[in-house]
């Protein structure tokens, strides 16, 4: 689009301004012009009739017949009034004397009757044309006057019309070009500012737009930020969806091997075939807890979100746990396992409430503690601990004696799915998902979690929640 064409261009606002100030002075230069020139003229003119009148009046003076003296004379342009000294106008060079009335009042001829000389001027148009006199005495006591009519000030500027006219022309012509060349040299550096890297900018542009340039570039920010959380959740996003059919399609390729040789008939065995059924019922709960781990997974995620938004937990409702109570229940629950693993777990409880969803708190525990117990070594003990810290936090402890998780390895545990030893993991009946409902539910619960582990020695895990402001019950 042309400048011109866009209303709100730059161009036209510059040209506006410039052509509206170039034509006000213009005319200000014009009138104030015509004023001063219209006056000059005046003046001279007045000059010039004062000299003639009285030239014409030293003439009279020495002759007899003033009336054809006045008419030999050739005074183009003036009129030529004689009055007598009572007034009686007895020659008029334009209109017959008898007709008119008697001229004693006019100021000239009544100063030039006093004292000798007398100038006045009356407008005598709409115009604005004035009228000089000037009024002599004559030696013979009448008065000669001379006339002469004087361009007024609309007369003066209706003259100066065509060229005011031009200079307007030329005016407008100047500003189009000067418009053009101040609202490129306004907009170029806007037109070279550096988007992309706004604060680079700093000597190029207008220090006034530096406020903008840093709004857009915090925004910037803000934008790769998000991009680069979107990008991440997508990614993870991906990675779990890939995760999970891997996972739900290993036991399940499994459990239909199984299933199909026992239903064609290949297992004639009845110590086979009960091998068989208890390797589908091992899958088929290797599948459950993959499902039951997910379910919470999505259910935790969906509670963050929905956190977010102010809507209702889908974990189910908080209310006040006894921590003691609980690791004594996860305990009695895990004591099979524990013994098959050859391994002792230990209570070391103290009173603790904590404000927060029973289930979850309770899975929490849990996976701490059976992870406790499958990454043990025989004869080792898991201890189970819960207590109020010094800065008054309730706290949940698990520690074991087994294995130990590697440094770089730390980090890494609380990824959904990830194994230190896949096939260790497996064959404990792992689903890798234990320790990223453990973060998640602390998150939940704005708890923290401390890990401390050393190969071969074993680990510490410890989840402390804050300060709790518990309901009297
Ligand atoms: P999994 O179901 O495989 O146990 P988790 O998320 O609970 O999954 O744990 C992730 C990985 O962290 C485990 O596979 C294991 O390698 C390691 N890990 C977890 N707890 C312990 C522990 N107490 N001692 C040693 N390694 C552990």
Do not use: W
């Amino acid at each position: 689009m042309s400048p011109i064409g866009n209303k709100r261009s730059l161009f036209r606002r510059v040209f506006g301004t410039i052509f509206a100030v170039a034509l006000a002075v213009v005319v200000v230069l014009t009138v104030a012009g015509t004023a001063y020139l219209q006056r000059n003229l005046a003046d001279v003119t007045r000059f010039e009739l004062h000299d003639e009148a009285v030239t014409l009046a030293s003439a009279l003076d020495q002759t007899d017949d003033d009336i054809a003296t006045i008419e030999s004379l050739s005074l183009e342009g003036k009129r030529v009034t004689l009055v007598a000294a009572d007034g009686t106008v007895l020659y008029d060079s334009e209109e017959p004397a008898e007709g008119m009335e008697n001229h004693a009042r006019r100021p000239e001829i009544a100063a030039a009757l006093a004292d000798g000389a007398g100038t006045s001027e009356r407008s005598s148009s709409t115009l604005g044309e004035v009228m000089l006199y000037q009024a002599v005495r004559l030696d013979n006591g009448m008065v000669v006057r001379l006339a002469q009519e004087q361009d007024g000030f609309l007369a003066v500027l209706v003259s100066l019309a065509v060229p005011f006219i031009m200079l307007a022309i030329a005016v407008l012509c100047l500003s189009f070009i000067a418009a053009r060349h101040f609202a490129a040299t306004i907009i170029a550096p806007l037109q070279e500012v550096d988007l992309d890297h706004p604060r680079r900018n700093n000597d190029a542009v207008y220090s006034e737009m530096m406020p903008m340039l840093d709004r857009i570039e915090s925004q910037r920010q803000e934008l790769k930020q998000q991009m680069r959380a979107l990008a991440d959740n997508d990614r993870m996003r991906r990675e779990f969806t890939a995760n999970i059919t891997h996972e739900l399609k290993t036991p399940l390729t499994t459990i239909s091997g199984y299933a199909e040789l026992i239903a064609g008939g290949m297992v004639a065995d009845e110590a086979d075939l009960r091998d068989f059924g208890g390797r589908i019922h091992k899958e088929a709960g290797r599948l459950t807890s993959l499902v039951n781990d997910i379910l919470t997974l999505s259910n935790l995620d969906e509670a963050e979100r929905s956190e977010l938004d102010g809507s209702a937990s889908v974990l189910g409702s908080v209310e006040p746990v006894d921590l003691p109570r609980m690791l004594e229940s996860i305990q009695q629950r895990l004591e099979q396992m524990a013994s098959r693993a050859e391994v002792t777990i230990i209570l070391d409880i103290q009173p603790a409430m904590v404000l927060g969803v029973p289930r979850l708190i309770d899975e929490l525990a849990y996976n701490l503690a059976s992870n406790g117990i499958r990454y043990n070594l025989p004869q080792g003990t898991v201890t189970l601990r819960c207590g109020i810290d010094v800065e008054d936090h309730p706290y949940i402890q698990v520690v074991d004696t087994g294995i130990g998780i590697a440094p770089e390895e730390q980090p890494k545990v609380f990824e959904r799915f990830y194994r230190v030893d896949k096939s260790r993991s497996k064959a404990r009946g792992g689903t890798g998902l234990g320790l990223a409902i453990v973060k998640h539910a602390a998150v939940f619960h704005n708890a923290t979690i401390d890990l401390a582990s050393e190969l071969g020695m074993g680990t510490c895990i410890t989840v402390t929640f804050p300060v709790q402001d518990l309901p009297e019950m």
